[in-house]
Antibody, heavy 124, light 107 residues
Framework: QVQLQQSGPGLVKPSQTLSLTCTISGDSVSSNSAAWNWIRQSPSRGLEWLGR?????????NYAVSVERRTTISSDTSKNQFSLQLRSLTPEDTAVYYC??????????????WGQGIVVTVSS | DIQMTQSPSSLSASVGARVTITCRASQDISNSLAWYQQKPGKAPKLLLY???TLESGVPSKFSGSGSGTYYTLTITSLQPEDFATYYCQQYNKSPWTFGRGTRVEIK
């Protein structure tokens, strides 16, 4: 059974950088069939896909245009983790942040396993 | 970005009822659609993908249909554990986008 365990701060100041980590068990971050995503949810924006990382002989990353300029998703194979960095935070970035695995089947960009979610508040 | 419009935004139904939720995409998404169930304080749970394929372990009371820009999720014989918020998500074109949800409440 795949499990995703998230860690990171719940409160971040405006203009600072949010760093969240998702630790995978039951699968591998360097799997040749899975992809690893970050999604957030807020009352104002609903569910919003932020980006993903995946390994297909090389590492690839895709980002939503809305956050691309200030987002980095990376992976750590030694710890079987992937991470989100979101820079230049504003109160609009306040949300519940989730990590999630894409269904490991070609062309299916749906999310079958999710982390527990972390409530992130951007406030001074 | 592809806009996903769900309707209704909320509904009330009795235990044992059958309900249908609709999701309309702003352009053809070629059946690249997933449905999720979310309960308060929990992450969404995948119910169906490819518009009508049931995720492993999900009961057959959940079914999906549709094509092009119009899709539906039907839940038969509503039980207390089915009262939740349901979301659609398209994955035909990046960025993957979600509907705003349909809250199913007990009448």
């Amino acid at each position: 059974q795949v499990q995703l365990q998230q860690s990171g701060p719940g409160l971040v100041k405006p203009s600072q950088t949010l760093s969240l980590t998702c630790t995978i068990s039951g699968d591998s971050v360097s799997s040749n069939s899975a992809a690893w995503n970050w999604i957030r949810q807020s009352p104002s924006r609903g569910l919003e896909w932020l980006g993903r990382t995946y390994y297909r002989a090389n590492w690839f990353h895709n980002y939503a245009v809305s956050v691309e300029r200030r987002t980095t998703i990376s992976s750590d194979t030694s710890k079987n983790q992937f991470s989100l960095q979101l820079r230049s935070l504003t109160p609009e970035d306040t949300a519940v942040y989730y990590c999630a695995r894409e269904v490991p089947m070609t062309g299916i960009r749906a999310f079958d396993f999710w982390g527990q979610g972390i409530v992130v508040t951007v406030s001074s | 970005d592809i806009q996903m419009t769900q309707s209704p935004s909320s509904l009330s139904a009795s235990v044992g009822a059958r309900v249908t939720i609709t999701c309309r995409a702003s352009q053809d998404i070629s059946n690249s659609l997933a449905w999720y169930q979310q309960k308060p304080g929990k992450a969404p749970k995948l119910l169906l993908y490819d518009a009508s394929t049931l995720e492993s372990g999900v009961p057959s009371k959940f079914s999906g249909s549709g094509s092009g820009t119009y899709y539906t999720l039907t839940i038969t014989s509503l039980q207390p554990e089915d009262f939740a918020t349901y979301y659609c998500q398209q994955y035909n074109k990046s960025p993957w986008t979600f509907g705003r949800g349909t809250r199913v409440e007990i009448k």
